[in-house]
């Protein structure tokens, strides 16, 4: 169709639109992003018995959200306190939220699912009442010498943790499950992996009331403290609908040409990234205007679900509030998280830059059969733009306290969210008076049930899952495996830093293919990071290379929740949705040799790094072109073309010196201003075969 012969088509005209909550659910209860899993309270129709388990966990979760509060406000207790207390508290709001949603045990029936659900919560409370009381002496006077009574309440609540991993995430239920029984039973491996093996009380105690592993320890505390305090802020920004403005004005920008709209889920998830740290609720958040647009207006697709998986997946990289990785990062090297956030802004943006080309690209290569579309209810009203604004007050305000003031991360995230609570509930109170001439208070009920709701369960839910890999890691640690992986890998490798690196993203890939994000750099980084440091490379290197690596699990089947999200909404295959994906992410693994040729990208912010962001930039963009575009209709000449692109492109990214580096950038910049001077003289080349 002529460029000036198409047509409007609006979503509802195309049918397009889907009903995301019920398309998603599914996938957004196996991973382990934060928001994702919070977002099913409001996405998801509860077909409830009885309305007292909705009750009973609001009231929980009102005092859950307080006493948390109280902590971020004022400190009293400690960490290690304040996990003794929540931890068993999460485990009482997870198994009301579950019955409220009848997905407690399904098989059986309701009067059993109340019985248990009463037992756990009784036992949950004895818990608590026990810890508390016995808390001093537990970590004193009886310590390395605990009491049956100690040991049988630590049990209760590993074997409540354990549960949890069953129902929630089972393929890390497995992993500690096989890590337990080979820590006890590790005198019946041969070779190097064998070990006299430790009792099940030591077992017990290394798991609960140590305090230093298990599901009392640092990675929970992280959960209910730091990574708790900025999941505050994105609460309140999804509780008064800032992230649904936010959708609406990328739409609006979509709205204005072709080439536009497939970089409405860019632009979105972009802006969603900033304070979410979670792909799949990225996927789920603009997936569900984006991919119908994208498909109405002509693209394939699996094209349009694999555009918005790349995009979402930035989720995972974007600072203010990285994914859950970049938090255990700061931990693992005991730096500030905004140490991570200063180095975290130049990949994120390498990253969101290659993907926005390839999209530019794909749209190029589709023109001809791209129609317009103008997405419903894209109108703005100003009410929007206040909360849009809002959006990005808060992004700047927690860079400025961080950066500037010099503030702690965690109490610069509890002033943001208190400025924003204020100044949202002063919005609508005034809106409300303008409107009606009454101030409504009661209209407030709704945001803040939803801010309860959503912190509620992004925090319950990631407490839980960090003390799951607690656990995992305990068992790591105390029965030495992860040195002797890494010797054995390191051997293999030699002392070849490339043979290394490769072994390393094996390694990596292989761990990604069956875990979620977060445990895939707890495993790699405890296995490669020790022997890649011993040889000489920064620790920022190493950690970031796990990083990415934790990332690039969240694109490999069979856990790539991002593309089952985005291909679920687009009704597409979710194999060609995912490989179409990876070649549009194409920056992710830039990134993984970039860091080694060029540490500067992560090493100290400054001038250094600036003109390494450039370098490794301009790389990304180059195989972006060298990937997606055509440069002659002849096939030949176009190949050589691309391949001599791609090559210089990866000598500016691998090349270690940044003035050699510099040199290729000419003989690039040259071949895509060829490349535009011929989309400007003619239609643009496409091959009927090829796909994006």
Known sequence: MGQQNRKITTLSDAGAS???????SDELLQTDDP???ASLAESTSETQVSPWPTYL??????????????????????????????????????????????????????????????????????????????????????AGLWSAADLVMGGLMFAMVMEFARKKYFALFILNLILILYTVYGWLVPGLFGHPGLTWSRVLSAMSVEMTTGVYSRLPQLALTLIGS??????????????DSLIKGASRIAARS????????????????????????????????????????GLPRPSAAAIETASSLGGQLMPPIMGISAFLMADFLGRSYFDVVARGYAPALIYFAGVSVSVFLISIRYKDK????????????????????????????????????????????????????????????????????????????VPLRRLVTTFTGMTTELALLLAVLSIMTGAFVITGVPPKIGFLLMEAAGVNLVTMILVGFLFGAVVGTGLPPAPTYIITALVIAPPMIKTGVNPWVVHFFAFFLAVWGELTPPTSVVAAVASRIADASF??????????????????????????????????????????????????????????????????????????????VLYPELQGSLLGVFPVAGLLTYWFIKQRRKAPVRFENQKP
Not at 104 to 119: E, S
Not at 230 to 243: E, I, Y
Not at 603 to 618: R, Y
Not at 627 to 651: K, T, Y
């Open 230 to 243: 900025f999941l505050l802020v994105l609460s309140v920004l999804r509780a008064f609908g800032c992230v």
């Open 35 to 37: 928001e994702a899993s």
């Open 575 to 652: 194999m060609r949705t995912l490989f179409r994906a990876i070649r549009l992410c194409i920056g992710l693994f830039v990134l993984m040799g970039a860091i080694f040729a060029k540490p500067q990208l992560v090493l100290e912010p400054g001038f250094a790094q600036l003109a390494a962001f450039g370098l490794v930039l301009a790389g990304t963009i180059g195989i972006a072109f060298s990937l997606q575009a055509n440069f002659s209709l002849n096939r030949p000449l176009d190949l050589f073309i691309r391949i001599v692109l791609a090559g210089l492109s990866i000598l500016i």
């Open 370 to 445: 791209l129609v317009s579309v103008s997405l419903a209810e894209t109108e703005l009203y100003f009410i929007d733009g206040i909360k849009i604004f809002s959006y990005g007050a808060v992004v700047v305000g927690l860079v400025v306290l961080m950066a500037l003031a010099g503030t702690p991360p965690m109490i610069a995230a509890v002033r943001i969210f208190v400025i924003i609570l204020i100044a949202m509930c002063l919005m609508l109170i005034i809106t409300n008076w303008r409107s009606h001439g009454s101030p409504g208070f009661r209209t407030l009920a």
């Open 18 to 24: 889907e009903p995301v909550p019920g398309v998603v």
């Open 57 to 142: 966990f609001l009231s929980v979760a009102a005092c859950f959200s307080l006493y948390l509060l109280r902590y971020y406000l004022f400190g009293i207790g400690g960490p290690t306190l304040l996990a003794v207390t929540l931890i068993p508290v999460a485990f009482i709001l997870f198994t009301l939220d579950s019955l409220r949603k009848n997905d407690f045990y399904p098989k059986f029936g309701l009067k059993i699912n109340y019985a248990i659900a009463a037992v756990y919560i009784a036992l949950c409370v004895v818990i608590i009442v026990y810890m508390r009381l016995e808390f001093f002496d537990i970590r004193t006077v009886r």
């Open 258 to 297: 072709l080439h536009a709209l497939p970089q409405a889920a860019v632009i979105g998830s972009f802006g969603v990234a900033a304070v979410s740290g979670s792909g799949a609720a990225n996927a789920a958040t603009t997936g569900s205007a984006t991919i119908p647009a994208m498909i109405a207006s």
